[in-house]
């Protein structure tokens, strides 16, 4: 081997195939993912309270955001400094959406007045 391709070689990385891995990962998350969308489409078919049907779905849904975000946005590889970022936004998001569905909420929808109130 001459010396300047050694000394190519030595400043590859020593993961330049781990996309590789990551291409297998991302394959069995989306089955895992397109299992949990089939839990979800069948758990609504169930003759079962609607509160245990609302509780799993919110549950399975989690799980799906969660493996995605960590996963599919490459959390998992990035440095904790950026997760903790995008936890940050997500509480915003989460605290503006609460927030508005408190204020705009369906009571605050009806109609008032005395023409509405014949009715």
Avoid: R
């Avoid at 070689?9 to 089939?38: C, N, R, W, Y």
């Avoid at 959390?75 to 915003?92: H, M, P, R, S």
């Amino acid at each position: 081997m001459s010396a300047h391709a050694h000394a190519a070689s030595a400043e590859l990385p020593l993961d330049s195939h781990s996309s590789e891995g990551k291409f297998h990962l991302f394959v069995q998350l989306a089955m895992i993912l397109s299992i949990i969308t089939g839990g979800e489409l069948l758990i609504i078919y169930l003759p079962i309270a609607h509160w245990i049907i609302i509780t799993g779905l919110m549950f399975m849904s989690a799980v799906k955001f969660v493996a995605v975000v960590y996963i599919f946005m490459h959390l998992k590889w990035d440095k904790a400094f950026n997760t903790i970022l995008f936890c940050i936004g997500l509480a915003v998001a989460g605290g503006t959406m609460w927030a508005l569905l408190t204020i705009f909420s369906a009571h605050d929808s009806m109609p008032v007045g005395q023409a509405y109130e014949q009715l």
